[in-house]
T-cell receptor
Framework: EDQVTQSPEALRLQEGESSSLNCSYTVSGLRGLFWYRQDPGKGPEFLFTLYSAGEEKEKERLKATLTKKESFLHITAPKPEDSATYLC??????????????FGAGTQVVVTP | DTEVTQTPKHLVMGMTNKKSLKCEQHMGHRAMYWYKQKAKKPPELMFVYSYEKLSINESVPSRFSPECPNSSLLNLHLHALQPEDSALYLCASNQGVTTNEQYFGPGTRLTVT
């Protein structure tokens, strides 16, 4: 059973057309939720960490929010350079010192001029 | 500095070869990870070294073997690989305590012929 589900799978936007990506999760205890951006053939680039419901983080045109069941990544007035795959990862409460990451399948965003 | 370096960037190897992938970080992180990523799929965790303790994803075949010479270096030794092992291999690191984002390297693109 998938613990992290991202939607939509793909999103095509016109430059300046704001939109939101969704990451829903089902874990017994959330240690943290992470957003990454990944360009083709490259490693994921860290964007945000969210720890508790109601928390929000912003960076340039991106804003991440968290509820008890899902997180949203809002892209405001996107530019072509925002084109990438956006990955969500969830870290469960465990006894491990490192805590396993569960990645979603990602949302591929294409922003056209 | 949040840099994780990986070498080589690209690797082509035959099914009878032995090769190694290298990963290095100088952020003082105490946990390092190997992930495998196939095209249009999220990263899959292979191994974790945290505080000198190895944790293994049980589904990873024995033809992959990790080595951690010191807290800054992580190697992945490859032997008798199969064509289906062709993928992007990503290294990541983090502090290894409680909730903490992972920082990824650029990856090694591996092709098995």
């Amino acid at each position: 059973e998938d613990q992290v589900t991202q939607s939509p799978e793909a999103l095509r936007l016109q430059e300046g057309e704001s939109s939101s990506l969704n990451c829903s999760y089902t874990v017994s205890g959330l240690r943290g939720l992470f957003w990454y951006r990944q360009d083709p053939g490259k490693g994921p680039e860290f964007l945000f960490t969210l720890y508790s419901a109601g928390e929000e983080k912003e960076k340039e045109r991106l804003k991440a929010t968290l509820t008890k069941k899902e997180s949203f990544l809002h892209i405001t007035a996107p530019k072509p350079e925002d084109s990438a795959t956006y990955l969500c990862a969830v870290q469960e409460m465990t006894t491990d010192s490192w805590g396993k990451f569960q990645f979603g399948a990602g949302t591929q965003v294409v922003v056209t001029p | 500095d949040t840099e994780v370096t990986q070498t080589p960037k690209h690797l082509v190897m035959g099914m009878t070869n032995k090769k190694s992938l290298k990963c290095e970080q100088h952020m003082g992180h105490r946990a390092m990870y190997w992930y495998k990523q196939k095209a249009k799929k999220p990263p899959e965790l292979m191994f974790v070294y945290s505080y000198e303790k190895l944790s293994i994803n049980e589904s990873v075949p024995s033809r992959f073997s990790p080595e951690c010479p010191n807290s800054s270096l992580l190697n992945l030794h490859l032997h008798a690989l199969q064509p289906e092992d062709s993928a992007l291999y990503l290294c990541a690191s983090n502090q290894g305590v409680t909730t903490n984002e992972q920082y990824f390297g650029p990856g090694t693109r591996l092709t098995v012929t």
